[in-house]
Each structure stands twice: as structure tokens, then as C-alpha cells.
T-cell receptor
Framework: SQKIEQNSEALNIQEGKTATLTCNYTNYSPAYLQWYRQDPGRGPVFLLLIRENEKEKRKERLKVTFDTTLKQSLFHITASQPADSATYLCALDRSYVGQNFVFGPGTRLSVLP | DAGVTQSPTHLIKTRGQQVTLRCSPISGHKSVSWYQQVLGQGPQFIFQYYEKEERGRGNFPDRFSARQFPNYSSELNVNALLLGDSALYLC?????????????FGPGTRLTVT
């Protein structure tokens, strides 16, 4: 069966540390993978996109990796700040079956001062 | 530049009723997608429209339908509402209907079915 898992439902880290969020999937073949941030009561906000032939992508304090062999993406926030506290969602491309994106359940990150 | 807008913000309906949700994409965006998000879960894909044609459909019953207008705005219709349809309905627009482009989400419409 097809499944997307994101590491623990909630992750607490200390301010200044690096947060690492995981997205594991089975029985999908995404050409693209995207990461979004969602704050309570609001729509998701796009952060990064990575292609299947890219190993790593960076944007300011954010870094994402994509391993199609392991079927895993890692999302890193370096020098984390309390303002980074939010739910982070990974989204896998399913356009090859006409279904746009499939989202993971999300990880709720709390950065403690 | 205005972002994606959705109306109404909140809606309360009774079981069996019908509802229409509206979405205006970012100017210049030709693709609109609809998602349903239940509390504590990620968004679940319902429909994608691109250039007024249905590009994709998720695993939702036929009670759900949508359309896109010549100005690229979109409506999502849900008939014969069930309690389980209570959720946040999100609209997302993108420049083209290609997965290599980022999606911009609206604030959502919170639907409560009683």
C-alpha cells in the first residue's frame, strides 16, 4: 500500500539548534518533492522544491535532501528560532497518475527559547 | 499583488445540504487545485483544473464537483453534505499545471456540517 510518514507527530528543540524533519514514503515515484510550512488556521506556505535528480537544495537557513533509493527526504532548519515553530508538511508529486500532490501528515515543530 | 483568496471564510451547513466554495487565484496563475484538510492531517487532494479543464481528480465521491471559469477563478461544490465533510477546504494556485511549480495556498474555508 502507499504511505507517507513524517517523523514524530511533534518535535521539540532548543533555540539555536538544527531541526531535522524526515519524510519517508512507500510505493510512490515522485519526480518532485515539496516542503511547506503551515501555521494554525492558515493555508500552507511553500518553502522548497527538490527534483528527483537533485540531492540537495538550500535556501537561507533551510536545506532539503532527496534520496529516491531510500525513498526519503530530510528537511533541516539551522540556527532555529521560536518563529520557526509551525507544522511542516512534505508533498509528493503524483501528477504521473493525475493527482497533483499527496501530502504527508506533517510534523509539529516547537522551538523553545 | 493579492494572494489567493477564498470565500466564505467560515460556513455552517446541515447534513444533506449543498455548498459552494469559491477561489480566486493569483493574477496570471492558470492552475487551481482544491484540497480538504481534516484537523491533525495533511491536505488531501480533491481536484486540479488547468486552463478550465480538469487535470486531476482525487479519491472523493461524485458528490464533489468543481469548475474553473474563463478568468481562472474556481468553485468547489459539495452535494448531500455529510458530517464527515467538516474540514478546512484549501485552494491553491500555480503558474502552470506542472508539479515543478510551487503552489500558493489561500487561507481556506472552514466548513462545519451539523
Amino acid at each position: 500500500s502507499q504511505k507517507i510518514e513524517q517523523n514524530s507527530e511533534a518535535l521539540n528543540i532548543q533555540e539555536g539548534k538544527t531541526a531535522t524533519l524526515t519524510c519517508n514514503y512507500t510505493n510512490y515515484s515522485p519526480a518532485y518533492l515539496q516542503w511547506y510550512r503551515q501555521d494554525p488556521g492558515r493555508g500552507p506556505v511553500f518553502l522548497l522544491l527538490i527534483r528527483e535528480n537533485e540531492k540537495e537544495k538550500r535556501k537561507e537557513r533551510l536545506k532539503v535532501t532527496f534520496d529516491t533509493t531510500l525513498k526519503q527526504s530530510l528537511f533541516h532548519i539551522t540556527a532555529s528560532q521560536p518563529a520557526d515553530s509551525a507544522t511542516y508538511l512534505c508533498a509528493l508529486d503524483r501528477s504521473y497518475v493525475g493527482q497533483n500532490f499527496v501530502f504527508g501528515p506533517g510534523t509539529r515543530l516547537s522551538v523553545l527559547p | 499583488d493579492a494572494g489567493v483568496t477564498q470565500s466564505p471564510t467560515h460556513l455552517i451547513k446541515t447534513r444533506g445540504q449543498q455548498v459552494t466554495l469559491r477561489c480566486s487565484p493569483i493574477s496570471g496563475h492558470k492552475s487551481v487545485s482544491w484540497y480538504q484538510q481534516v484537523l491533525g492531517q495533511g491536505p488531501q487532494f480533491i481536484f486540479q483544473y488547468y486552463e478550465k479543464e480538469e487535470r486531476g481528480r482525487g479519491n472523493f465521491p461524485d458528490r464533489f464537483s468543481a469548475r474553473q471559469f474563463p478568468n481562472y477563478s474556481s468553485e468547489l461544490n459539495v452535494n448531500a453534505l455529510l458530517l464527515g465533510d467538516s474540514a478546512l477546504y484549501l485552494c491553491a494556485s500555480s503558474l502552470v499545471g506542472d508539479a515543478s511549480y510551487e503552489q500558493y495556498f489561500g487561507p481556506g474555508t472552514r466548513l462545519t456540517v451539523t
